[in-house]
């Protein structure tokens, strides 16, 4: 049995064998003073009306992290922009738990609209041509068929991929974006960095096999997808929140020095040359 409660870290005791259920605030991440992100943007444009929002609930009932205070958002295509790299931008560096929440387009005779995604537990560390992550990532898919949620099955590791095109410089021959399970040339589920190869497949190794698109031809395990909207959340307590931003931004300082010291050894070496 759940009860729904409003506030995060609300006093009212349980009976015993009674879990509480915290259905997530929405809040949005203005402290980069974004001129793209007005004020009065809406949270998101998954779940319209907060604390009522069915697939709110449904997710927050996947997992303790989901239900324990905040759903913060980090990007928005509708406030951001429709961009794969704005989104990495978000990411790269973020310190704590996540969900990418992504609507595809309903092209007529490919793959239906859905409303599908993943979550991971692990820091959004490093730009890597290798999988990292933990086994409290999952996969689902919210809609509009049932919803179905895909956990690791404990055989491989391949959660979470993160692999702009600029870390090699285009060499290493792998897929460039974000991915989740599969293999680094083909994730199950793959965001694009340009959105036009975005795919998303029924099984891999890492996670237990299931649809994340609708409307597709169930013998064919394998369908690309266009993007209608991405959003991704900075999930948990609002401690853990604080402290994943904090990582980010420490991330994004240590970016900047050594973008300046770089210039600054190109410059030396064009005088030198001069």
């Known amino acids: 049995n759940f009860f729904c409660q409003k506030n995060e870290g609300n006093p009212h005791r349980f009976p015993p064998g009674v879990a509480p259920l915290l259905m997530p605030a929405l809040s949005i991440d203005q ?8 004020l009065s943007s809406p949270p998101s444009s998954f779940f319209t009306e907060a604390n009522t929002s069915f697939d709110l609930f449904a997710l927050a009932s996947t997992s303790i992290t989901l239900a324990s205070g905040r759903f913060h958002r980090l990007f928005s295509s509708e406030a951001d922009g429709l961009s794969c790299n704005r989104l990495m931008n978000a990411l790269i560096g973020y310190g704590g738990p996540t969900v ?31 999988f990292y992550g933990n086994s409290d990532s999952f996969l689902f898919r919210l809609g509009p068929e049932p919803m ?3 956990r690791p099955k404990g055989d491989e590791s391949n ?24 293999t680094s040339k083909e994730p199950r ?14 099984k891999d190794l890492t996670f237990e096999n299931g649809p994340l698109l609708s409307n597709k031809d169930e013998s064919n395990s394998y369908c690309g997808f266009e993007v209608e909207a991405i959003e991704a959340f900075g999930v948990g307590s609002s401690q853990v ?5 904090h990582a980010r931004d420490e991330h994004r300082k240590e970016a900047q020095k050594r973008i300046r010291h770089a210039m600054k050894g190109a410059k030396a070496a064009f005088l030198e040359d001069m």
């Open 31 to 38: 402290t980069d003073k974004n001129p793209r992100v007005p």
């Open 100 to 130: 990418v929440i992504i609507r595809s387009k309903d092209i007529k005779g490919k793959c239906g609209a859905g409303i599908f995604g993943a979550f991971t537990n692990s820091p959004w560390d490093r730009e890597s041509g290798e």
């Open 148 to 150: 179905g949620v895909y």
């Open 159 to 182: 959660f979470m991929f993160f692999n702009p095109e600029a870390r090699s410089k285009g060499y290493d021959q792998l897929a460039w974006g974000i991915g989740f399970g599969g």
């Open 189 to 202: 589920l793959y965001i694009d960095e340009i959105l036009d190869g975005s795919t998303a497949k029924d």
């Open 241 to 245: 929140i604080k402290d994943a931003l």
